[in-house]
């Protein structure tokens, strides 16, 4: 799949912002399964600093500092990126829950790929024994890793309700599990504290869901903003395994990644300090467009 991407952000100020700094995060990169064909990032006004780095994760961050007086900050992000597919797993084939538990807490890996970085609470993810029992549902003793977590991918998707209105970007993960109502970020969330609950590495995913769906198929939740779902560690051979709670889809090629991290603060898309007064609006706009001869994505396969 090829896709052309459109992002455009915008806030508006009540009054005029003399001096701001943002960190931004909304420059796709390479990754395995994913190639960026071509790709611009600009920002209005014109920034005095822009300075891009990489983070732990490998995540582009574009650190900016603007001191022109301004009513509107925005930022436009043009990508073409190619995504490929990994191989189709046998969900009933990965190895036992319990296994996989064992191989995350012993492994000795720093690198930036490591379960060990995923398993335990994080600023956006505390622990829960509420949200830990009601995943342990899904892994009744030597289920498989990947088709205990597909389930429980469903179970999210099956009773929780997509409601924009019901959170916010700080919602804590049990607010929003008690509410059994939230966005892709409450989803993601919670799927990820039930599962470091029982010890299990899972990592946040931010980015892009295509805009237009195939022939015959509803579209995606979520595809008018940034998208986020989450990537489970499934073992050594099977490694990381990409869920989406929100639409209950096994990640293909309908998802390209903006950036990873243990949360969402490691991942938002813009943060920053400004000096002003008076409130702010937010609007976003976002149009992932598939080349031609698009495919759809992977559905769940039955356990």
């Known amino acids: 799949m090829i896709y052309d991407i459109h992002q455009t952000t915008a806030y508006s100020y009540a009054h005029a912002v003399p001096v701001a700094r943002h960190v931004v995060r909304m420059v796709p990169v390479a990754r395995p399964g994913q190639r960026v064909v071509a790709s611009h990032f600009a920002v209005e006004p014109e920034p005095v600093e822009w ?40 969900p009933a084939a990965s190895p036992a829950w319990e296994a996989v538990r064992e191989a995350a807490s012993s492994c000795l890996d720093p690198g930036p790929n490591s379960p060990a970085h995923h398993m ?28 205990g ?15 924009p209105r019901a959170t916010d970007v ?17 989803f993601a969330h919670i799927m990820i504290a ?22 015959g198929k509803e579209r995606l939740q ?5 998208h986020a779902w989450v990537s489970v560690w499934c073992g050594e051979e099977d490694g990381w395994q990409g869920l989406d709670p929100t ?13 990873n991290g243990r949360d969402y603060s490691d991942v938002a898309p813009i ?22 001869d698009a495919s759809p994505a992977r559905e769940p396969e039955p356990d």
């Open 51 to 90: 300075i891009e780095t990489r983070d732990f994760f490998g995540n582009t961050v574009v650190h900016i500092r603007i001191e022109t007086p301004h009513t509107q900050f925005r930022v436009r992000t043009r990508a073409r990126v190619e995504v490929t597919a990994g191989p189709a797993l046998d």
């Open 120 to 147: 335990f609470p994080s600023p956006a993810v505390p622990l829960s024994p509420a949200i830990t029992d009601w995943t342990a549902k899904s892994f009744p003793a030597g289920r498989p890793m990947l088709a």
């Open 271 to 292: 943060g920053g300090v400004l000096i002003g007064s008076g409130k702010q609006k937010l609007s976003v706009e976002v149009d992932v467009i598939p080349m031609p």
């Open 170 to 186: 700080t919602t804590p993960a049990l607010e929003a599990f008690n509410l059994r109502a939230g966005v892709c970020q409450d």
């Open 247 to 259: 639409n209950a889809l096994i990640v293909a090629t309908d998802h390209v990644v903006l950036a």
């Open 222 to 226: 979520g595809a008018d903003a940034t």
């Open 149 to 163: 977590a597909i389930d429980l991918m469903r179970r999210i998707y099956a009773d929780f309700t997509y409601d």
């Open 194 to 215: 039930g599962l470091r609950g029982l010890g299990l590495p899972a990592a946040y995913v931010s980015g892009f869901l295509r805009t237009e769906p195939p022939p």
